[in-house]
């Protein structure tokens, strides 16, 4: 008998929590959209400050998110629905908290708090970073999912056949080329190109023993050529500000920069995880590019990289 009303009273709980969720309304707002909520005009501006903080790697200065600001009494139940909120207001907590689909959903909610402008500016110092990273990190959860519902299976079936991995293709990449180990996916896009490359290096599985400059670049000019003879894509590795910067992730390799064709005015961001495939003793690379001349190139590329994340050994 106690058993039954327990799973009786789980049910009810479970049942109440999927019903608020299915009452809740969808939250609004374009992706990297930041609300921030302040009453306090200088706390305000230094919290925009951070989240404007350029992204690394684009060919020009563009903010991590697009911000605007409003004050609470004209916080309406409109604004409330935002997908990314950020609430700043005053006391002793002088840190950062965080709260899901409180008015809406999917939502995040970052409460800001801090006992002074000089307190929150230190706060920003301390944690800015985090806070950007929080707000990425919805952004690209928000990515994916819409990725996992709208992709492209048949350009997944030919990766799984010729790189033994499964990696999740944007449904609108239905343009392709094939090269020696090497497959090229775009949305052949004329003013907007975002494309995904997938190619083997085939000496080893370090990831801390491969040349990643020198790699990428003679796989790109044997199979990405210009329109005319002597043109071929390559990274850009100077001035130092520019230069391509790798890191480690767990068992990835990750690495991001700029490409330039040679001998042509075509150039864009770049990004590329690798993962070691140590039954087949290779690396695999998964890359990112856009070539979107006159437009900002945020979004494009990180719209791109839930794609190049998502590359996993295929495990038959």
């Given at each position: 008998?106690?058993?039954?009303?327990?799973?009786?009273?789980?049910?009810?709980?479970?049942?109440?929590?999927?019903?608020?969720?299915?009452?809740?309304?969808?939250?609004?707002?374009?992706?990297?959209?930041?609300?921030?909520?302040?009453?306090?005009?200088?706390?305000?501006?230094?919290?925009?400050?951070?989240?404007?903080?350029?992204?690394?790697?684009?060919?020009?200065?563009?903010?991590?998110?697009?911000?605007?600001?409003?004050?609470?009494?004209?916080?309406?139940?409109?604004?409330?629905t935002t997908r990314n909120l950020v609430m700043v207001g005053k006391g002793n907590d002088n840190d950062i908290r965080i709260r899901h689909d409180?008015?809406?959903?999917?939502?995040?909610?970052?409460?800001?708090?801090?006992?002074?402008?000089?307190?929150?500016?230190?706060?920003?110092?301390?944690?800015?970073?985090?806070?950007?990273?929080?707000?990425?990190?919805?952004?690209?959860?928000?990515?994916?999912?819409?990725?996992?519902?709208?992709?492209?299976?048949?350009?997944?079936?030919?990766?799984?056949?010729?790189?033994?991995?499964?990696?999740?293709?944007?449904?609108?990449?239905?343009?392709?080329?094939?090269?020696?180990?090497?497959?090229?996916?775009?949305?052949?896009?004329?003013?907007?190109?975002?494309?995904?490359?997938?190619?083997?290096?085939?000496?080893?599985?370090?990831?801390?023993?491969?040349?990643?400059?020198?790699?990428?670049?003679?796989?790109?000019?044997?199979?990405?050529?210009?329109?005319?003879?002597?043109?071929?894509?390559?990274?850009?590795?100077?001035?130092?500000e520019r230069q391509v910067i790798g890191r480690m992730e767990g068992q990835r390799y990750s690495f991001c920069g700029l490409w330039e064709m040679?001998?042509?005015?075509?150039?864009?961001?770049?990004?590329?995880?690798?993962?070691?495939?140590?039954?087949?003793?290779?690396?695999?690379?998964?890359?990112?590019?856009?070539?979107?001349?006159?437009?900002?190139?945020?979004?494009?590329?990180?719209?791109?990289?839930?794609?190049?994340?998502?590359?996993?050994?295929h495990q038959k």
């Amino acid at each position: 008998m106690r058993w039954t009303v327990a799973v009786a009273t789980l049910l009810m709980l479970l049942g109440c929590h999927d019903g608020r969720k299915a009452l809740m309304l969808e939250s609004v707002g374009k992706p990297y959209e930041v609300l921030v909520v302040c009453d306090d005009s200088t706390m305000a501006a230094l919290v925009r400050a951070e989240l404007e903080t350029p992204v690394y790697g684009l060919p020009q200065a563009e903010p991590s998110f697009d911000v605007s600001t409003v004050d609470t009494k004209h916080l309406n139940a409109t604004l409330r629905t935002t997908r990314n909120l950020v609430m700043v207001g005053k006391g002793n907590d002088n840190d950062i908290r965080i709260r899901h689909d409180v008015y809406a959903q999917p939502q995040i909610e970052v409460l800001v708090s801090a006992s002074s402008a000089q307190q929150l500016s230190r706060l920003m110092r301390e944690k800015g970073q985090q806070l950007r990273k929080v707000l990425t990190v919805n952004e690209m959860k928000a990515a994916h999912e819409q990725l996992e519902r709208h992709h492209n299976a048949e350009a997944e079936r030919t990766i799984r056949q010729l790189f033994g991995v499964e990696m999740l293709i944007p449904a609108d990449m239905t343009s392709s080329k094939r090269g020696k180990d090497f497959l090229w996916l775009s949305n052949n896009s004329p003013d907007a190109m975002q494309n995904v490359c997938i190619y083997i290096y085939k000496k080893g599985t370090d990831l801390h023993d491969v040349r990643w400059v020198a790699l990428r670049d003679s796989v790109m000019r044997a199979n990405i050529p210009g329109e005319e003879p002597g043109m071929y894509m390559h990274t850009v590795n100077e001035p130092y500000e520019r230069q391509v910067i790798g890191r480690m992730e767990g068992q990835r390799y990750s690495f991001c920069g700029l490409w330039e064709m040679t001998g042509d005015m075509m150039g864009g961001p770049f990004s590329c995880v690798a993962i070691a495939d140590t039954a087949r003793q290779r690396i695999i690379v998964a890359e990112a590019f856009v070539y979107a001349p006159g437009r900002t190139k945020r979004n494009l590329m990180m719209a791109l990289q839930p794609v190049v994340s998502s590359i996993n050994i295929h495990q038959k």
